[in-house]
């Protein structure tokens, strides 16, 4: 018969969340919210690696992921134009894998209780113009990883934790036509999650496999500018210019070092800008006209910051016309993305494999039209 080479991959996922809130009431001259949160996910999955007609990995984990907490925080108005902000938040996680692993019981398991914390200021320099900073914790969760134990390899993967620091200004301007925010913000990393792509030296396990790893620190800054103009009732003109510096202070992880690096799929600038036109019809429909596009600055798509991973500076532009019709049960809309039809690299690996640089690429020029009818 004919070889059968393949991977085959199933799972049926339950999730139950969640939240209360309590809060002040509106108008309240102190602002305050208490609450609680709650999430369980149970996630019953089969996952088979086979070459022709050999089973080379196959694994039937109960991935299950449970999460609590409580938060509380505050707003006090100091004087009329200062506030200060305080909050906390306590979370408890845990997640496991219980599975087999080509006939070997495993169950690798992770858990964390975290505090994290927010303090901040606001100024309301005039009517229409409020200066704010910040400084926050927070983190991303640690979990298991589901590839499978040979040498290099690792089953879980711990918190990354961020400290962030952030500073920044709102106006509007022109009896609010003009908007025109900005921050700066400064982001420490401790942990900072990566993909790590593996191959099983001894062979056992064919093909790649792909795993999150902890870095020991990395650091981002930089910041953005949003501006908003009204030119008229129905046309409106976005500006929005972002700039980041993202570099690993310290990756020595498994042997290897990108300390230095450039972090991956981190571009060091993108000019952002959008146009729309409302064109109002004599029946009362509407029809909207949009163009929207971006300048990306060259970046690595590869922590390893490989030559090939490096995506060179590209524009990406999209448009958009829709219709709105019948007292608003009616959408019409038609759209075209990447309109330039370029190729940009979604996600790289291959040269520290040694088996030359593998990438898949975003989406080409895409156009389509979708119409939707809503009751009232």
């Known amino acids: 018969g004919e070889a059968n080479t393949g991977y085959t991959q199933g799972q049926t996922s339950r999730l139950t969340t969640q939240e209360l809130r309590v809060a002040s009431p509106t108008g309240s001259r102190i602002s305050w919210v208490v609450g609680g949160y709650y ?6 999955y089969i996952e088979t690696l086979l070459s022709n007609n050999v089973t080379f990995f196959k694994t039937d984990p109960l991935l299950t992921d449970d999460s609590r907490a409580l938060f509380g925080q505050v707003t006090y108005p100091v004087i009329d134009s200062l506030r200060v902000t305080g909050g906390l938040r306590y979370t408890h996680e845990a997640k496991s894998a219980a599975q087999t692993v080509n006939g070997v019981l495993v169950n690798p398991r992770d858990s964390l209780n975290k505090v994290t914390w927010k303090a901040g200021l606001e100024y309301d320099l005039a009517p229409q113009s409020m200066i704010y900073g910040s400084v926050s914790t927070g983190f991303k969760s640690g979990g298991v990883s589901e590839v499978p134990d040979f040498p290099g390899s690792t089953q879980t993967y711990g918190p990354e934790t961020i400290t962030a620091y952030q500073l920044g200004n709102k106006n509007r301007f022109l009896s609010n036509r003009v908007q025109v925010n900005w ?54 003109l976005t500006f929005s210019p972002t700039f ?45 006209a949009n163009i929207s596009t971006a300048l990306v600055g060259g970046h690595y798509m590869d922590n390893g910051n490989a030559p090939g ?25 038609g759209y075209v993305r990447n309109l330039e039809n370029s190729a940009v690299i979604n996600f ?16 080409p020029r895409t156009y389509g039209l979708s119409v939707t009818w809503q009751r009232e």
Request: glycine share 12%; charged share 15%; net charge negative.
């Open 309 to 333: 991973s490096y995506q060179s500076t590209y524009t990406r532009t999209s448009a958009y016309l829709t219709y709105e019709g019948g007292g608003g049960h009616w959408t019409v809309s």
């Open 39 to 44: 999430s369980r996910e149970t996630a019953p």
């Open 244 to 288: 980041l510096h993202a570099k690993f202070d310290q990756f020595n992880v498994g042997g290897v070092n990108e300390s230095g690096n450039h972090i991956e799929a981190s571009a060091p600038y993108t000019l952002a800008g959008s146009y729309q036109h409302e064109f109002d019809l004599p029946d009362s429909s509407v029809i909207v």
């Open 183 to 236: 921050e700066a913000f400064y982001y420490d990393y401790h942990g900072f999650q990566t993909l790590n792509v593996l191959v099983d030296p001894t062979g056992k396990y064919a093909g790649l496999f792909f795993e999150t790893v902890n870095s020991q620190k990395a650091t981002m800054y930089g910041g953005e500018i949003e501006a908003i103009f009204a030119l008229t009732g129905h046309d409106r």
């Open 348 to 363: 790289y690996a291959g040269s520290t494999l040694g088996i030359g640089d593998i990438v898949s690429l975003r989406a």
